[in-house]
């Protein structure tokens, strides 16, 4: 059974730092594409960045929520199955619970999508 748990979030004041990562736990799983998106109380969940996977940390592809362009940065970690977000200079319109994302495939089964539970960000004006 594959599952994406995220962690790292917290209470921040504006301004202020925070890194989530999520990882990725199975057995002989391959992983594609991984993703951050945020739902806010009342909104769409939307996808806040995204993140290709060539093999190669230098050729992997990356895009972002114009909303978190130069503030927010995604990578990952292929040897350990995990996808960061290092997130900058928070804003009070970035509270909203974080969800990690990622294309997997299961042995013997086609790419799927995978959620992983959410994570609370909170900043504070």
């Known amino acids: 059974q594959v599952q994406l748990v995220e962690s790292g979030g917290g209470l921040v004041q504006t301004g202020g730092s925070l890194r989530l990562s999520c990882a990725a736990s199975?057995?002989?799983?391959?992983?594609?594409?991984m993703a951050w998106y945020r739902q806010a109380p009342g909104k769409q969940r939307e996808l806040v960045a995204a993140?290709?996977?060539?093999?190669?940390?230098?050729?992997?592809?990356?895009a972002y929520l114009d909303a978190v362009k130069d503030r927010f940065t995604i990578s990952r970690d292929n040897a350990k199955n995990m996808v960061y977000l290092q997130m900058n200079s928070l804003k009070p319109e970035d509270t909203a619970v974080y969800y990690c994302?990622?294309?997997?495939?299961?042995?013997?089964?086609?790419?799927?999508?995978?959620w992983g539970q959410g994570t609370q960000v909170t900043v504070s004006s």
């Open positions: 994302n990622a294309e997997i495939a299961p042995p013997y089964s086609d790419y799927d999508l995978y």
């Open positions: 993140i290709t996977n060539s093999g190669s940390t230098s050729d992997d592809h990356t």
């Open positions: 199975g057995n002989r799983f391959s992983i594609n594409a």
